[in-house]
């Protein structure tokens, strides 16, 4: 049976070109056949495979997870972008992660997806999914969006924005902290609901539970209509009078892990925190400030 790994990468990206040759020569090395993925590809068009390594940034890890949702597949996302918030790997980096990938030294980290749906006025359903996040936002620049919000099937409030944001813990470092809502660590199973712009004197960003049900209704009001995108690629059309549910979806993202560093140590190193002065627990031990048991004095 022929093995074989799945290769997504950016083709703007002029070090995409020479990653690329790395990744084919390693995997090639190992006996795995590698499959390049062209803009066009779509999950029918691909044989089986099963290892998936993404050359690019986000953006690209979010084309890669189009392709790889439901497989069962690990990705293994190489940094090629700015941020990188779901890359596991840099360049430099490159051939021993592939490496790393073909012998199964890797954990697999499982991420919460979103089911997002669209009812429209007329009775048609749109149904999507979403990685990092669903954005409402208003379709017409020099208009305002009029929504209402529901959760678990209650209104909460309605005003005027120019977009709402459902996303995942792990598209809290996405579109969602532009617009002001939390970081949330990515083992937290929620959503997080990000008003952006709002018109209203209650417009804080919500944290629900993992069993919840957010709704977002264009009310018929609505000077302009919206646009809802997930994960910034994929787009439906939102009239006035239409509603979009979004909910936990039961089919997850599988990302390849190489390191066991913490959540927090990815978020100092991608947004280049200021540690400096940190003392750390051990420390604080070793002069005596702390007892052996953690506790405080």
Do not use: Y
Not at 42 to 55: C, G, Q, R
Not at 100 to 118: A, I, M, Q, S
Not at 271 to 296: E, I, K, N, S, Y
């Amino acid at each position: 049976m022929t093995r074989r790994a799945l290769i997504v990468t950016h083709r703007g990206r002029l070090e995409a070109v020479s990653a690329t040759r790395e990744a084919v020569r390693v995997l090639e090395g190992a006996g795995i056949e590698p499959v390049l993925a062209s803009e066009e590809t779509v999950a029918a068009d691909l044989p089986d495979f099963e290892l998936a390594v993404v050359l690019g940034g986000d953006g690209t890890i979010l084309r890669a997870a189009e392709l790889t949702r439901g497989t069962g597949v690990p990705l293994l996302g190489v940094n090629l972008g700015h941020v990188g918030f779901l890359a596991e790997s840099e360049r430099d980096d490159v051939g021993e992660a592939v490496r790393r990938l073909t012998e199964g030294d890797f954990d697999v980290e499982e991420r919460v997806t979103l089911r997002v749906r669209v009812l429209l006025p007329g009775g048609d359903v749109v149904e999507d999914w979403a990685l990092n996040e669903a954005a409402l936002e208003k379709a017409e620049r020099s208009r305002i969006l009029e929504v209402a919000v529901e959760v678990d099937g209650r209104p909460l409030s309605s005003f005027g924005c120019d977009g709402m944001v459902a996303a995942t813990a792990t598209g809290s470092t996405a579109h969602a902290f532009s617009a002001g809502g939390p970081v949330v660590w990515p083992d937290v199973d929620g959503m997080i609901l990000v008003p952006i712009s709002a018109h209203a004197l209650f417009a804080r960003p919500l944290v629900v539970g993992p069993g919840s049900r957010l709704a977002l209704e264009v009310l018929e009001r609505s000077p302009a209509p919206g646009q809802l995108t997930c994960d910034g690629r994929r787009t439906v059309e939102v009239p006035q009078g239409a509603r979009v549910e979004v909910t936990r979806s039961d089919v997850p993202v599988r990302l390849a892990r190489l390191s066991p560093a913490p959540f927090t140590t990815r978020l100092v190193q991608k947004f280049a925190l200021p540690v400096t002065g940190w003392r750390g627990l051990a420390a604080a031990r070793r002069d005596g400030d702390v007892p052996q048991d953690g506790g405080a004095r």
